[in-house]
């Protein structure tokens, strides 16, 4: 029996402090609101109960971001995309931010499982004034484990319409793909960080942001994996080869955490989800 389940979070800047509206069809729900660093910004941990998807499985996701608004959101775990026996399983998330509005998308990882047939959509309408720092960190198989990543999918599709877009599709029987050092060169995890504005951002600004993410990538074990660029002057992305999860999340929450402070002059407080 295929789970659809749809999830609405509505933030709004009211009385100095971020609210956050709810509103779930489904197996998908926002625990409570949590404000470790203060009522400027709300966090908010997602729950799918289930666990994971299998095919003919969606979730939609919806979230706008009031003027003034600042959220941030994660997970609990790990999204898993089980075994497809033909249909493919997906996750839509589609967020609208207003002007001087804030948002950060920092879920964990999403893990691939053998003869999966996955599909991660994200789409971004950003008002002018808008930002917005976000990841995505898939892991392909679970080399750890001796469970491989040798049948099924992965169409990873990230948007900002008329901005960005980076559409990819990983198949694991595409042993050039999966394994050339023109590919993946055998690394099982596939990690990325994104800053986003909704209009071209000062050339210092963007600049400095690179160089604090270089910085941070040359002194790190992955560096000959990864690497920082900005595709146009509203976009800044980092990219992440690794074997596993672990040192590709250690070094995006790394570069987090000096974005954060660059953009926006905010210490990272990282959600205490992350620590259980």
Same mark, same amino acid.
């Not at 470790?36 to 095919?55: F, K, Q, R, S, Y």
């Not at 399983?89 to 589609?94: E, G, K, M, N, P």
């Given at each position: 029996?295929?789970?659809?389940?749809?999830?609405?979070?509505?933030?709004?800047?009211?009385?100095?402090?971020?609210?956050?509206?709810?509103?779930?069809?489904?197996?998908?729900?926002?625990?409570?609101?949590?404000?470790?660093?203060?009522?400027?910004?709300?966090?908010?941990?997602?729950?799918?109960?289930?666990?994971?998807?299998? $095919?003919?499985?969606?979730?939609? %996701?919806?979230?706008? =971001?009031?003027?003034?608004?600042? *959220? +941030? #959101?994660?997970?609990?775990?790990?999204?898993?995309?089980?075994?497809?026996?033909?249909?493919?399983?997906?996750?839509?998330?589609?967020?609208?931010?207003?002007?001087?509005?804030?948002?950060?998308?920092?879920?964990?990882?999403?893990?691939?499982?053998?003869?999966?047939?996955?599909?991660?959509?994200?789409?971004?309408?950003?008002?002018?004034?808008?930002?917005?720092?976000?990841?995505?960190?898939?892991?392909?198989?679970?080399?750890?484990?001796?469970?491989?990543?040798?049948? $099924?999918?992965?169409?990873?599709? %990230?948007?900002?319409? =008329?901005?960005?877009?980076?559409? *990819? +599709? #990983?198949?694991?029987?595409?042993?050039?793909?999966?394994?050339?050092?023109?590919?993946?060169?055998?690394?099982?995890?596939?990690?990325?960080?994104?800053?986003?504005?909704?209009?071209?951002?000062?050339?210092?600004?963007?600049?400095?942001?690179?160089?604090?993410?270089?910085?941070?990538?040359?002194?790190?074990?992955?560096?000959?994996?990864?690497?920082?660029?900005?595709?146009?002057?509203?976009?800044?992305?980092?990219?992440?080869?690794?074997?596993?999860?672990?040192?590709?999340?250690?070094?995006?929450?790394? %570069?987090?955490?000096?974005?954060?402070?660059?953009?926006?002059?905010?210490?990272?407080?990282?959600?205490?989800?992350?620590?259980?």
């Amino acid at each position: 029996m295929a789970w659809h389940a749809s999830l609405e979070i509505d933030y709004a800047w009211q009385g100095q402090r971020t609210v956050a509206h709810f509103l779930h069809k489904g197996p998908l729900r926002v625990l409570q609101s949590l404000y470790p660093e203060g009522d400027a910004i709300c966090h908010n941990v997602l729950v799918h109960p289930p666990g994971g998807l299998v $095919g003919g499985d969606t979730l939609d %996701i919806r979230i706008k =971001g009031g003027d003034g608004s600042h *959220g +941030l #959101i994660t997970t609990p775990g790990a999204t898993r995309f089980y075994r497809s026996h033909g249909e493919p399983a997906l996750q839509r998330t589609h967020i609208t931010l207003s002007d001087q509005a804030r948002l950060e998308w920092l879920p964990l990882e999403t893990i691939c499982y053998n003869h999966c047939i996955a599909e991660n959509h994200l789409t971004l309408d950003l008002a002018p004034q808008a930002e917005f720092i976000g990841w995505d960190i898939s892991a392909l198989g679970l080399p750890n484990a001796h469970q491989p990543f040798d049948a $099924g999918s992965l169409l990873q599709h %990230i948007e900002v319409p =008329g901005v960005w877009l980076e559409r *990819g +599709l #990983i198949k694991a029987d595409d042993q050039r793909l999966m394994d050339s050092p023109l590919g993946l060169a055998g690394q099982r995890c596939v990690a990325s960080l994104f800053f986003v504005s909704g209009s071209k951002l000062d050339r210092t600004r963007r600049e400095r942001a690179l160089d604090l993410a270089r910085a941070l990538i040359d002194t790190h074990a992955l560096r000959p994996m990864a690497g920082a660029t900005s595709p146009n002057e509203q976009v800044i992305v980092v990219r992440v080869l690794a074997p596993v999860v672990e040192p590709a999340a250690e070094l995006l929450r790394g %570069i987090w955490t000096a974005w954060r402070h660059h953009f926006w002059n905010i210490s990272a407080s990282s959600p205490r989800i992350w620590s259980m």
